[in-house]
């Protein structure tokens, strides 16, 4: 008997109990989701997180069945000056989750900008489009976007959850949605909380970096104390 099966067998810990130590773990989890702002030298990255994607994830995020070349161009043409594209990272370093938001032309409300996410199977269900979607809303409302804009298929029930629960506004039409945020004005809350929320992501995407190279660079160094065979 592990020591789990025993608490729960003398009645220290109930099925309720582990039900709400799940849920405070995931959302912990959540807490910590880190959004990068990418540029333009991050462009490998980014079609190896899209190329990954497999058909329906494709479908669901381009709109239509894309083939490799196709994801090849798009990541060729995205305009790191004009729009902006958020990341986020998992424990290894690689791109698991990007969301790109581009601007459109002005609406007789205001700036429009679109977004559009995805997120490496693998690494679902932690908050990692979500927190790519709030990190989008935030950025709008400092670059005075007055309306955030997704295209989505209807039936995608991810997607739709997360809009939903962010307050868009959605329009169903030919199994296709398009969902609508009006955002608020920036104010200084919404300005710090963006800076402090990148600089928190570099800050932690360096360290990791560095530990994982000073890791490497300890490992080659052992391996070169080690004498090799044929040259004791
Ligand atoms: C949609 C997508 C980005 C979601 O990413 P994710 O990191 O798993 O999202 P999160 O973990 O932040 O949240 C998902 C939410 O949707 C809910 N959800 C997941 N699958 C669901 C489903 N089939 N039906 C309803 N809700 C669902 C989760 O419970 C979670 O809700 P909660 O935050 O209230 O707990 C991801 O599934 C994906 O990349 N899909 C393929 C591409 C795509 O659809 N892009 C969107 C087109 S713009």
Redesign the pocket.
């Known amino acids: 008997m592990n020591p789990l099966e025993l608490s729960k067998a003398v009645g220290a810990v109930t099925d309720e109990d582990l039900r709400k130590a799940a849920e405070a773990a995931q959302a912990a989890q959540r807490a910590t989701v880190l959004v990068r702002e990418l540029a333009a030298h991050h462009r490998s990255r980014l079609q190896k997180h899209f190329l990954a994607l497999g058909e329906e994830?494709r479908l669901?995020?381009f709109g239509q069945s894309v083939g490799n070349h196709v994801i090849e161009a798009y990541v060729d043409s995205i305009d790191f000056d004009h729009d902006s594209v958020f990341g986020v990272y998992d424990e290894k370093l690689e791109l698991v989750?990007v969301g790109h938001f581009a601007n459109l032309r002005d609406n007789a409300q205001g700036r429009v900008a679109e977004f559009?996410?995805?997120?490496s199977k693998s690494?679902?269900?932690?908050?990692?489009?979500?927190?790519l979607f709030e990190r989008a809303a935030i950025h709008g409302r400092n670059t005075s976007v007055r309306t955030l804009y997704?295209h989505?298929l209807s039936r995608?029930?991810?997607?739709m959850?997360?809009a939903k629960?962010a307050g868009m506004k959605v329009q169903y039409a030919y199994g296709e949605a398009d969902a609508y945020l009006e955002l608020p004005p920036a104010d200084t809350m919404s300005r710090l909380t963006e800076a402090l929320d990148e600089q928190v992501a570099d800050l932690d995407y360096l360290v990791r970096r560095n530990l994982r190279d000073a890791r490497r660079f300890g490992l080659r160094f052992w391996r070169s104390m080690v004498p090799q065979k044929g040259t004791a």
């Not at 559009?116 to 997120?119: H, L, P």
């Open positions: 994830d669901l995020r989750g559009g996410v995805s997120v690494a679902r269900g932690r908050g990692i489009g979500s927190a997704m989505c995608n029930s991810a997607m959850h997360i629960k």
